[in-house]
């Protein structure tokens, strides 16, 4: 059985970032695939051996630096999971509450970047299609996530998004699962693939 933890969902689901968890469910469902969704509250602990996928997801302002110093707090449990393949998505500000972790830089933007977006990725074929509303970029342009055709990507850049093994940040959202079939197939694969679940 798969288990996906996502965090914090009553503190970071602005503009309707649950719908990733939807899409995600409704995949499983469709290919009857065993879950279960574990929803992480501000008091519950992390347990990160225990997850396939750890999602996180945008959120208003006031809510960012609170789930910052929560999640400080697991920064060596973070970044194991990470170095042992285990799948992280990061979407929207969430990029910002994530940076404590030193794999890529934030920078603040005075101007808020708000954009429709079009973009390719090497993760699947096709376009990705999304939206952009937030004030901060990643910085770096290494370990890009996706091309940007429209909209705007890391540091004023066409590269937008942050890809280390199966750790996934981007400012984009959508949400990015819910408009994106192709996208989501590949995480559903990917989960698939590292539990070794039979699709058939």
């Given at each position: 059985m798969l288990t996906i933890a996502h965090l914090y969902p009553y503190e970071l689901s602005l503009y309707g970032e649950n719908g990733n968890i939807k899409?995600?469910?409704?995949?499983?469902?469709?290919?009857?695939i065993k879950y279960k969704i574990v929803l992480i509250d501000k008091e519950d602990k992390?347990?990160?051996?225990?997850?396939?996928?750890?999602?996180i997801g945008s959120g208003r302002p006031k809510y960012l630096e609170e789930v910052k110093k929560r999640?400080?707090?697991?920064?060596?449990?973070?970044?194991?999971?990470?170095?042992?393949?285990?799948?992280?998505?990061?979407?929207?500000n969430a990029t910002y509450i994530?940076?404590?972790?030193?794999?890529?830089?934030?920078?603040?933007c005075e101007k808020r970047q708000v954009h429709d977006v079009l973009a390719t990725t090497s993760l699947c074929k096709g376009v990705i299609k999304g939206f952009q509303?937030?004030?901060?970029?990643?910085?770096?342009?290494?370990?890009?996530?996706?091309?940007?055709e429209e909209g705007c990507g890391n540091n004023n850049t066409?590269?937008?998004g942050?890809?280390?093994?199966?750790f996934y940040a981007t400012t984009i959202i959508g949400p990015i699962l819910a408009r994106n079939d192709n996208l989501n197939h590949y995480f559903i694969s990917l989960l698939t693939h590292k539990k070794n679940v039979d699709n058939s």
């Open positions: 899409a995600l469910i409704y995949e499983l469902n469709k290919q009857n992390l347990e990160f051996s225990k997850y396939d996928l750890v999602y999640l400080f707090l697991y920064k060596k449990e973070i970044l194991s999971y990470i170095e042992n393949n285990g799948i992280l998505l990061a979407t929207g994530l940076d404590f972790l030193e794999l890529y830089e934030i920078k603040y509303n937030t004030e901060y970029q990643i910085a770096s342009t290494k370990n890009i996530l996706f091309n940007i066409q590269l937008e942050y890809k280390e093994k199966n």
